[in-house]
């Protein structure tokens, strides 16, 4: 019985992260991530690069003794690339069992979205930035774009 | 019967010892096999493994693989005592005992997975005690199944038989067997024993009321629909025959036997349903002087031995690689630079001394000889060649090399399948052989030796060579090809089997050819560091060719800067540093690529910040230095801007997020973290020298 309920408080705590998004900024945009997804939030670190990579892979990095490739999402999205600053910082994901870092120009906050409020992207955008988006929610004034973050990796995941 | 809870530590040891005993009995029993005859010692022997077989399982309440172990037993315990009789069974009995040892496997991996046995032996040890009864010299009726059996067995309890008392009359056993696909094979079972109940005195069908379970049509399909039937007063055999004919989808029917006292079947068949219960009786005779000296050999010798967990193991692995790299963050402390430290230079001296040592001995602990492997291919090569009809002798040389236990239990499942592929596809059959004038027995080498850091095995076999063309047209038409055919070279269009997808056999046969062959092997040895090469001669056959690393954990570098990254290369595959103090010194090519002359031989000259496109303030050749590094097949010089010192680092592999980049092909094997927490990426020489070409 005892072992159920904590079971089932972890199923909850995880579906209580269902809904609620990261938020970061690349430029003037806002963008946001599944917390579902996301394990932490780290300055920038000391990244070995690794030759034959796209450039958006800058390399990777140690994160307590686990190798993690980090993936820079300026460069990803096609926008023109710019010098870290102190607001730069990479958020830490998982996804498969692995874990990637996202380099961003800076981290907001985290929102709940219902998803009324959200409207889905538009159906064009295949060549574009917006192919990685699973919704656009308006929240107060400003625009968010919900990354999904399996299309975001698709092309790097092993297949 | 799943084991109680009190048992599980005995478990994992049973499991352990089992398993060992049976690799040695499958060793024995092959040697023996190929001479036709046993040793003394060898009977000795196998009689002590089922021996302790036996009684280890009977602990356990393995009653099942007891009844087994106890069988087996009993033939070695005539054949020691009669050793003439052999002559007579023995082609039989090797099967048997191969039998018995892979039941005895396939046991043990049941029992590591589910704690219990799955399967019921009955039938093998029907077949043994058959077996022991003609060594015996007994007449044996060839039908009587397991006579000695039923005879000690008591009278089996009355509630388990579903037969109601048995009135007089001729009694007779009929199987039905149903076409095949032709579904509902219980329902129609069940429509045709109503049919013939009008007609019987009494009728038993097995399964007993069929209707009753749908899942009884699997039964009835493998053994059959038996019927066990005494035909009513006036009633010939002839009318139920044809009361069997009338019924649809019905394939065939044979008359078993005609037998007369039923009490006698039921008694066979309730100790063929229930084999634990025989296992007791028989295991009291042995006689006590025949268990002391199957305990012989096995008491009053000094243990010196201890089987410890592989996870044990790992762990101790683990600790010493973050033993490795604390103490070289201790020693190469940012603190510590610039400081004159006598004292604390030679402590650390003699740490590094005693952690070496310590990781010489963590590492021979781990490595296993490769003879255990082999051994299992010799099995392989026997079972394969048997069923397909051919001829094959596998040689093996080598077995002692020693391996990390990880590499050692990865490269298990490759080597089974090329030994297969081997055998399946590259030997020959024997007319085919003797046509082409070669020895009617085929031949496959298995070869392991120490070269270096690397251990090398090749696998060669004198049969019929790979087909190049045939190759090119299948990777053609799976669209395999990425480059205009006629670029590609014999060794290129041979790796093009190791392709996912590829299999060049157009019957998928029981052994090989599921298409799923050789680009698993390839997997499998690339995970564990290695690689795989083909060679092959039409019709003198095939040669692969795999190298795989001594172990994975931790190697010896050199630390190399190339700009801001810092590069180790395994010391392994270097051969001198020296720096060019003349640019004169450097040869260009006629392409324009560098070259060096370095006591009369030439060698390129591979920039390491050009080839990976690093940035680097250190590019004339003056100011940098060059490592002529040894590649499997080829040297080169490699430059870079300086040397850190040496350190040993545990290897990482690379993300999973990177594989789809080849990063592996460009001549980087893995990652490291260094003392201070940075990332060094390590030089693989192989691949690095390769992809230069």
Redesign the interface.
Known sequence: MANTAVVDSAQSMLDDLRGRYLTFNIGEVSYGLELYHVIEIIGMQ?I???????DY?KG???LR?R???IIDVRLKFGQPERDYDDKTCIIVTTIDD???GLIVDEVSDVITLDEQASAPPPGFGAASADRYLSSIAQVGDRVVMNIDIVKFFQN???? | MAIDASMEPMLEVFIFETTTLLEQLDKIVLGAEKTRSFENSGINEIFRIMHTIKGSAAMMDFTSIAALAHAVEDVFFIIREHPDALGSVSENLFDLVFLASDYLKEEMEAVQAFHETRGNPQNLIDQLSRLASLLKGEEVPPDAVGTDLPASVPAPAPEATPVVAAPAGQRYRLRVRYEEGCQMENIRAFMLITQLEDLCDELISIPDRPESDASLSADIIRDGLILIFTPAAGVSLDEIYAVIEAAVNIESYELLDAEAPLDDFEAVHISTADGPTEDDIPREEVTPAQAARAMLPGSGRQQSLISVHQYKLDQLMDLMGELVTTESMVINNVDLRDMRLDNFSKSARELRKLTDELQDVVMSIRMVPLSGVFQRMQRIARDVSKKLDKQVELITLGGETEVDKTINDAIGDPFMHMVRNSVDHGIEDPQTRRRLGKPEVGRIVMEAKNVGGEIVITISDDGKGLDADKILDKARRNGLLTKPESEYSKTEIYNLIMLPGFSTNQAVTEFSGRGVGMDVVRQNIEKVGGSINIDSTPNEGSTFTIKIPLTLAIVDGMELAVGDTIFTLPITSIQQSFKVNDPKQILYNTDGSEMILLRGKCFPIIRLHRIFNFETEITDITEGILILVEGAREEACIFVDELLGEQQVVVKPFPPFLSKYAVKRMGLSGCTILGDGTISLILDANNLLAQHH
Do not use: F
């Open positions: 000391p070995t690069k690794v030759p034959n990579l796209p892979i990777i990095t140690n003794g190798v993690v490739p692995m874990n990637v790097d995941l092993p297949q």
